[in-house]
């Protein structure tokens, strides 16, 4: 038995379609549609029942093809896949669950199609993270769609904040534990046999709330629990000054986790450069012990414009002269993402020219990384027809 349904896809999807349709008549495809007998004196065209779905703009854009149409016949999931993944790569995430609901070959086949649901999480999900911490995300989550579904399910629980979902968090924390360094052949993460040391600088100025300040302590428990047992761990906590809460040594989980956990906000305001320095001091101890270094910026990036020359200066004494690994987490109701994201990319070259090519690793065009764990949404009043 034979199910559609109406399917209201962009002005952009129907052109797709069309593309693809006029590419595969070119190409000797039989891609058009049978003309029902009793249409063909009005020269209208009707679909197969696949296509009966599809809303009145697809049909219109087919509308100038009835001459190509009436010579051959055959149904849409006839295409090859590169044509039927052209026609849907301008479809909304809503337009291409709802053309998996058609029958089981639609749905076998964007199933198959990566890509778009690739473009769907990085046109609503890419300010957020960096595209390769959302590729890796998408291999933890178990596929694009999958990554998308959870990120909108945290987006649905949390109404009026953007949430990074666990995929993510997970993706971040692995690059973090794995001090960026990519495998030439796998592309996968090495170096999380330990022995590095990560320097974590958490954000207790009064322009984080009481709720963020406790997601924050989170994530810091969550990294600490995914880092090897031999690397060595430092928490500073800031504002205008710094409190160290581990002073840099071996990791030990349960006491540092507990430390963690019961930390109080310090509240004043932000000083970035100050921490930055601080994290210096703290690396300066490891020297000698371990060429892998990391830091971890969790702030809402509120920073003066008279602070950026300092802290240029910083990020270049970490990455270029202490090859330290630099990456942030954006956190806050007003957290400055362009500013955070920014200077991961600037420590990023830093880290690029003072380092090199070590065994069968090499450093990557992105060692650090950046994700916003949380942030105000704006509103945006729904849209009412004058």
């Given at each position: 038995?034979?199910?559609?349904?109406?399917?209201?896809?962009?002005?952009?999807?129907?052109?797709?379609?069309?593309?693809?349709?006029?590419?595969?008549?070119q190409?000797?495809?039989?891609?058009?549609?049978?003309v029902p007998?009793?249409?063909?004196?009005?020269?209208k065209?009707?679909?197969?029942?696949?296509?009966?779905?599809?809303?009145?703009?697809?049909?219109?854009?087919?509308?100038?093809?009835?001459?190509?149409?009436?010579?051959?016949?055959?149904?849409?999931?006839?295409?090859?896949?590169?044509?039927?993944?052209?026609?849907?790569?301008?479809?909304?995430?809503?337009?291409?669950?709802?053309?998996?609901?058609?029958?089981?070959?639609l749905?076998?086949?964007?199933?198959?199609?990566?890509?778009?649901?690739?473009?769907?999480?990085?046109?609503?999900?890419?300010?957020?993270?960096?595209?390769?911490l959302?590729?890796?995300?998408?291999?933890?989550?178990?596929?694009?769609?999958?990554?998308?579904?959870?990120?909108?399910?945290?987006?649905?629980?949390?109404?009026?904040?953007i949430?990074?979902?666990?995929?993510?968090?997970?993706?971040?924390?692995?690059?973090?534990?794995?001090f960026?360094?990519?495998?030439?052949?796998?592309?996968?993460?090495?170096?999380?046999?330990?022995?590095?040391?990560?320097?974590?600088?958490?954000?207790?100025?009064?322009?984080?709330s009481?709720?963020?300040f406790?997601?924050?302590?989170?994530?810091?428990?969550?990294?600490?629990?995914?880092?090897?047992?031999?690397?060595?761990?430092?928490?500073?906590q800031?504002?205008?000054?710094?409190?160290?809460?581990?002073?840099?040594?071996?990791?030990?989980?349960?006491?540092?986790?507990?430390?963690?956990?019961?930390?109080?906000?310090?509240?004043?305001?932000?000083?970035?450069?100050?921490?930055?320095?601080?994290?210096?001091?703290?690396?300066?101890?490891?020297?000698?012990?371990?060429?892998?270094?990391?830091?971890?910026?969790?702030?809402?990036?509120?920073?003066?414009?008279?602070?950026?020359?300092?802290?240029?200066?910083?990020?270049?004494?970490?990455?270029e002269?202490?090859?330290?690994?630099f990456?942030?987490?954006?956190?806050?109701?007003?957290?400055?993402?362009?500013?955070?994201?920014?200077?991961?990319?600037?420590?990023?070259?830093?880290?690029?020219?003072?380092?090199?090519?070590?065994?069968?690793?090499?450093?990557?065009?992105?060692?650090?990384?950046?994700?916003?764990?949380?942030?105000?949404?704006?509103?945006?009043?729904?849209?009412?027809?004058?």
């Amino acid at each position: 038995m034979q199910h559609s349904i109406r399917l209201d896809v962009s002005e952009a999807a129907a052109a797709g379609l069309q593309h693809a349709l006029v590419v595969g008549n070119q190409c000797g495809i039989q891609t058009s549609i049978p003309v029902p007998k009793q249409q063909q004196q009005q020269q209208k065209l009707h679909a197969t029942p696949e296509l009966e779905a599809l809303s009145p703009p697809v049909m219109e854009a087919l509308s100038p093809l009835p001459a190509a149409l009436e010579s051959r016949s055959c149904s849409l999931l006839s295409l090859p896949d590169e044509l039927l993944f052209k026609c849907v790569q301008s479809m909304q995430a809503e337009d291409l669950a709802a053309m998996e609901r058609v029958n089981r070959e639609l749905h076998s086949a964007m199933m198959r199609d990566t890509e778009c649901w690739r473009q769907c999480v990085a046109e609503r999900y890419e300010a957020v993270s960096s595209e390769r911490l959302l590729s890796r995300a998408a291999e933890l989550a178990g596929g694009w769609k999958r990554l998308f579904a959870e990120l909108e399910k945290k987006r649905k629980e949390n109404k009026r904040w953007i949430t990074a979902c666990q995929s993510l968090v997970d993706a971040y924390v692995e690059a973090v534990v794995n001090f960026g360094v990519v495998d030439e052949e796998t592309h996968g993460n090495v170096g999380g046999d330990g022995g590095g040391s990560v320097v974590v600088l958490l954000d207790g100025s009064s322009s984080i709330s009481d709720e963020d300040f406790d997601i924050m302590k989170s994530f810091c428990v969550q990294l600490l629990r995914a880092a090897p047992e031999n690397t060595q761990v430092c928490v500073l906590q800031f504002n205008q000054t710094v409190v160290t809460e581990i002073a840099l040594a071996r990791l030990d989980v349960d006491r540092h986790v507990a430390i963690v956990s019961d930390l109080h906000q310090i509240m004043g305001s932000t000083d970035i450069p100050i921490a930055l320095r601080n994290a210096q001091f703290a690396l300066r101890n490891s020297e000698g012990q371990s060429s892998k270094r990391a830091v971890v910026l969790v702030s809402d990036g509120q920073v003066r414009d008279s602070e950026n020359e300092a802290l240029h200066n910083m990020i270049d004494v970490l990455c270029e002269e202490m090859h330290a690994v630099f990456s942030a987490v954006g956190i806050g109701r007003d957290v400055d993402e362009k500013v955070l994201s920014e200077l991961v990319r600037y420590a990023d070259n830093k880290t690029a020219a003072g380092n090199g090519v070590c065994g069968a690793a090499r450093v990557g065009p992105e060692r650090g990384a950046y994700f916003t764990l949380r942030k105000w949404r704006e509103y945006r009043p729904p849209y009412t027809v004058p």
